[in-house]
Structure formats: C-alpha cells, structure tokens
C-alpha cells in the first residue's frame, strides 16, 4: 500500500456523523481527512466518529488534521469521538 492510499466512508443518522478511515494518513493525504472531518462536523449533528480502526499509520500531519478537528469541532459544539487509534500512534497524538 501506497502511504498515501486512504479510504474514507461517511455514515450518518439523526445524531452523530461516523468517518471509517483506512489506509495511511500522512502528508499527502491528511487534507482530504481534514476536509472530511469538517464535512461531518459541519453536517448538522451533534457528535461526530472517527473510526481509525482501519488506519495503519499516521504521520505528524495526519496528528495535525485530528488537532485541528477537534478544534473546529469545540468551536461548533460538536462532540468528536474517536475510536481505534493505532496503538503505536498512542504517544504522537495530541489533541492540543
């Protein structure tokens, strides 16, 4: 796999917006996660998944993406949740 090959799949309901990501997140692809992650922070409902279940790595811009959705989704008071981060990213990400 290609570091920059990654799968984005959004799913909704009356509530919460869930992104399942897979793949890398790292400098190439780390925009279009972040302009996916403000779509569902933007949808209208009031939480937000991120499913990085599927995410075998993410690099220092891929970290920034989170950080700088988990400000955006502060700002609009939307609760964002993530689920599955890769065990050996634990120490890199800072949601700061």
């Not at 570091?3 to 959004?10: G, N, P, R, T, Y």
């Amino acid at each position: 796999m290609l570091d920059s090959e990654l799968d984005i799949e959004m799913m909704h309901d009356d509530e919460a917006v869930v992104l399942i990501a897979h793949g890398a997140i790292d400098y190439r692809s780390a925009p279009r996660f972040l302009a996916a992650m403000y779509r569902a922070i933007l949808a209208g409902r009031r939480r937000v998944v991120i499913d990085l279940t599927g995410v075998e790595v993410i690099d220092a811009e891929g970290s920034s993406a989170l950080a700088s959705a988990t400000r955006a989704a502060s700002d609009n008071g939307v609760k964002l949740q993530t689920t599955g981060l890769p065990a050996t990213q634990l120490g890199s990400f800072s949601a700061a």
